[in-house]
């Protein structure tokens, strides 16, 4: 496995291959991210992650400085995942002028759910992703394909129309959540939590479950449903920003007879915020 830092040597390493499957991420790997590397390992003629934690998509409150940063042990676990080529570039190599040219998500898909608490993320993510695929696509003889965690449900979805509405090469290929024994999603986050914390945190996955329940039994209302996960969340300390049933495809609300949906929740864990989502067909 080669470790590079420039665009120009992240190329020149590409040159000889036709069709790279590419894992992006900011690093502190766990078995999620490595699942996605080792699905990669089953496409293309060379298998590329990037860690680069990307400060554009940080709000100036947010955890930029504090994200945990382990490169060595995710070099390791990516060689033994199957990856032939970490793109590991520095600010200044990956922004070596400031990033005035930006894309801009539309409001319908980024506004809401994360867009809404986190506004300016989804510029930052699809900004990033843009610049990523042109570092490791543009030279490829043959469409390459991009693999995200369906975790970041909102994210993967806009990548998608990102690439569709460019006509990128490139295809999307998502992986479901990876969780730990009790539920918990698994999020370089996490590693925030208190052992008190940990704990509760398995909360957010079982309110999710709770209002997917509801929803088959269908006596209450999507927003009722929602709302009485929010004070589930609330009566055990969470400060939660959304529980929110919404149509699969296009993250609106359901109308009467949409049958494939997503459930999706971020809360306020002490000074951890934690995302979460199940997928779910009634
Ligand atoms: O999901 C992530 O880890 C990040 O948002 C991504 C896609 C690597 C862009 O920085």
Not at 66 to 72: H, I, S
């Amino acid at each position: 496995m080669r470790v590079v830092q420039t665009v120009q040597a992240l190329r020149e390493a590409l040159r000889p291959f036709d069709s790279p499957a590419f894992v992006p991420t900011m690093g502190n790997l766990h078995a999620g991210h490595l699942a996605l590397m080792q699905q990669a390992s089953q496409h293309g003629d060379v298998r590329v992650a990037s860690i680069f934690v990307n400060r554009l998509q940080f709000a100036p409150n947010e955890d930029f400085d504090a994200y945990p940063r382990t490169f060595e042990p995710d070099c390791a676990a990516l060689e033994t995942a199957g990856c032939d080529i970490v793109f590991a570039p520095k600010e200044a190599d990956l922004y070596p002028q400031p990033q005035t040219y930006m894309v801009h998500p539309p409001a319908a898909l980024a506004d809401m759910l994360e867009g809404q608490y986190r506004p300016g993320f989804f510029i930052g993510v699809s900004t990033v992703v843009m610049k990523l695929f042109q570092c490791v696509f543009q030279g490829a003889k043959a469409s390459g394909t991009a693999f995200f965690g369906e975790k970041d449900f909102q994210q993967q979805l806009i990548i998608r129309a990102l690439v569709q509405q460019f006509e990128m090469p490139i295809a999307i290929q998502t992986m479901a959540t990876v969780r730990d024994t009790d539920g918990l999603a698994l999020s370089s986050r996490n590693n925030y939590l208190s052992a008190a914390e940990r704990k509760e945190a398995t909360r957010l996955h079982q309110c999710l479950q709770t209002m997917a329940g509801a929803l088959r039994a269908a006596e209450l209302t999507p927003q009722a449903i929602e709302e009485q996960a929010m004070r589930d969340l609330k009566h055990h300390g969470w400060r939660p920003d959304y529980m929110a049933v919404r149509r699969r495809d296009d993250l609106q609300r359901p109308d009467v007879g949409d049958r494939a949906l997503v459930l999706l929740g971020a809360a306020k864990l002490g000074q951890t915020r934690l995302i979460d989502n199940i997928p779910i067909d009634l």
